[in-house]
C-alpha cells in the first residue's frame, strides 16, 4: 500500500493521506463481520435496535468516509512533525493530537452529528420549560434543548450534553421522551447539567492532554525500538515511512488497552458527581432510579466492586439507585413547603 501511494504520490502528504485511504478502507473490510456481530446480531437479539443492515451499512460507510477525511488530515500533520523535528516529534505529536481533540469536540455537535441523526429544538413546552427553569437555577444561560432522534437507531435511552466555547448543547434523545415519565426526564437533565455546570469537559481535555503526553513518549521509544528491531523484515524505513501507521496504531490500541481501567475511572467519577448534581438540582430520586433500571437494558446493574472499578464508565444502576434512595430519605422535606426540614 506504501508503495502504491508513493508510485501515485511522489509528494509525502499526499503519499501518506493515499496510504491512510487504504490503510482505513481494509481495516473497514476486515473488521466488518465484527461490526455487523456486534452492532446489529447482538443488538437485534436483545432487542435494542431499530437499525436495518442497510441503514447500518451507510452509517459505517459515512464513519468511514469522515475517518479517511479528518484521520488523514491528522496523519498527515502528524507523519509531517515526525519527519521535520526528529528531536522533539513525541512533544509536538501530543500537541497536535491535543489540538485535534479540542477540534474534534468543538466541531462534533455542530457538523458531525448531524450527518447521523437529526436534531432539533425541542418544541413541548410542558417537558422543555421545566428542564429551563433548573437550568437556569444553575446558572446556565440556555435557551433551548435539543432532541436527536437516535430510535432511528436503536431503542436507548440517553442524553448529552456535548461541544464548547459557545458549540455546547444539551440533546435529549427521543427514546427518553417517548419511554419515560416527566420526573425520569427532569431527573436525567440535570445529570446532564452537571457535567456542564462542574466543567466536566475542560477537565477531561486537560486529562486527555496529559495521558497523549505519555502515549507518544512510549509511542516514540517503542517505534525506534521495534524499527530497529524488525523493521528491514517489515520494509518499514523509518517512523517517517506512512507503513509505520499499523504498527504505530497497534501500540496506541495496547496503550489505551492498559489505560482502561484509568480512563473508565475518570470518567466515572465524573458521572457520579453529575448523579449527585442532578439529584440536588432537579430533586427527583425516583426519577433518577427509574433512569438507572432503564440503563439496566444495556448495563449490568449490579457488578462486583472489581467489575465496576475496572470495566463502568458509569456508576452501576445499584450504586445510582441506593445514592437516589439515600437522598430521597434524607432530603425528602425539600420538595415539600408545608413541613420544612428537620420537622
Ligand atoms: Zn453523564
Known amino acids: 500500500m506504501r508503495d502504491l501511494a508513493e508510485r501515485i504520490a511522489p509528494r509525502k502528504p499526499l503519499a501518506t493521506w493515499l496510504y491512510w485511504a487504504q490503510y482505513s478502507i481494509a481495516l473497514f473490510v476486515l473488521g466488518f463481520p465484527l461490526a455487523v456481530y456486534e452492532g446489529f446480531v447482538r443488538e437485534h437479539k436483545y432487542g435494542l435496535s431499530n437499525q436495518t443492515l442497510a441503514a447500518l451499512l451507510i452509517d459505517g460507510c459515512k464513519g468511514l468516509g469522515l475517518n479517511i477525511v479528518l484521520g488523514g488530515l491528522a496523519v498527515m500533520v502528524l507523519l509531517g512533525i515526525v519527519r521535520r523535528l526528529p528531536g522533539t516529534r513525541h512533544v509536538w505529536g501530543a500537541s497536535a493530537a491535543i489540538v485535534f481533540q479540542t477540534i474534534l469536540i468543538l466541531i462534533s455537535p455542530v457538523f458531525i452529528a448531524p450527518m447521523f441523526n437529526k436534531y432539533t429544538p425541542l418544541t413541548d413546552a410542558r417537558i422543555r420549560d421545566p428542564i429551563l427553569r433548573i437550568a437556569?437555577?444553575?446558572?446556565?444561560?440556555?435557551?433551548?434543548?435539543?432532541?436527536v432522534d437516535a430510535s432511528?437507531?436503536?431503542?436507548?435511552?440517553?442524553?448529552?450534553?456535548?461541544?464548547f466555547l459557545g458549540t455546547e448543547r444539551i440533546t435529549l434523545n427521543d427514546n427518553l421522551l417517548s419511554r419515560c415519565s416527566p420526573q425520569t426526564i427532569m431527573a436525567v437533565m440535570g445529570h446532564e447539567m452537571g457535567h456542564y455546570v462542574l466543567n466536566h469537559l475542560y477537565k477531561l481535555l486537560t486529562f486527555l492532554a496529559i495521558e497523549a503526553v505519555i502515549f507518544f513518549a512510549v509511542l516514540r521509544w517503542s517505534l525506534a525500538w521495534s524499527i530497529a528491531r524488525w523493521g528491514e523484515q517489515w520494509q518499514i524505513r523509518d517512523t517517517g515511512d506512512?507503513?509505520?501507521?499499523?504498527?504505530?496504531?497497534?501500540?496506541?490500541?495496547?496503550?489505551?488497552?492498559?489505560?482502561?481501567?484509568?480512563?473508565?475511572?475518570?470518567?466515572?467519577?465524573?458521572?457520579?458527581?453529575?448523579?449527585?448534581?442532578?439529584?440536588?438540582?432537579?430533586?427527583?430520586?425516583?426519577?433518577?432510579?427509574?433512569?438507572?433500571?432503564?440503563?439496566?437494558?444495556?448495563?449490568?446493574?449490579?457488578?462486583?466492586?472489581?467489575?465496576?472499578?475496572?470495566?463502568?464508565?458509569?456508576?452501576?444502576?445499584?450504586?445510582?439507585?441506593?445514592?437516589?434512595?439515600?437522598?430521597?430519605?434524607?432530603?425528602?422535606?425539600?420538595?415539600?413547603?408545608?413541613?420544612?426540614?428537620?420537622?
Open 136 to 147: 437556569r437555577q444553575n446558572g446556565i444561560s440556555a435557551t433551548n434543548v435539543y432532541q
Open 152 to 163: 432511528r437507531q436503536s431503542k436507548r435511552i440517553s442524553a448529552n450534553v456535548s461541544g
Open 242 to 343: 506512512p507503513a509505520v501507521l499499523p504498527l504505530a496504531v497497534l501500540i496506541l490500541s495496547v496503550l489505551s488497552f492498559v489505560f482502561t481501567p484509568i480512563n473508565n475511572t475518570i470518567v466515572r467519577t465524573q458521572e457520579y458527581e453529575a448523579d449527585i448534581f442532578g439529584l440536588n438540582s432537579a430533586r427527583q430520586p425516583d426519577g433518577f432510579a427509574e433512569a438507572a433500571l432503564l440503563l439496566g437494558e444495556y448495563r449490568k446493574l449490579d457488578p462486583s466492586p472489581l467489575e465496576e472499578v475496572l470495566l463502568f464508565d458509569h456508576p452501576s444502576g445499584r450504586t445510582r439507585i441506593y445514592s437516589a434512595m439515600r437522598w430521597k430519605a434524607e432530603n425528602q422535606c425539600l420538595g415539600d413547603a408545608v413541613r420544612p426540614c428537620g420537622r
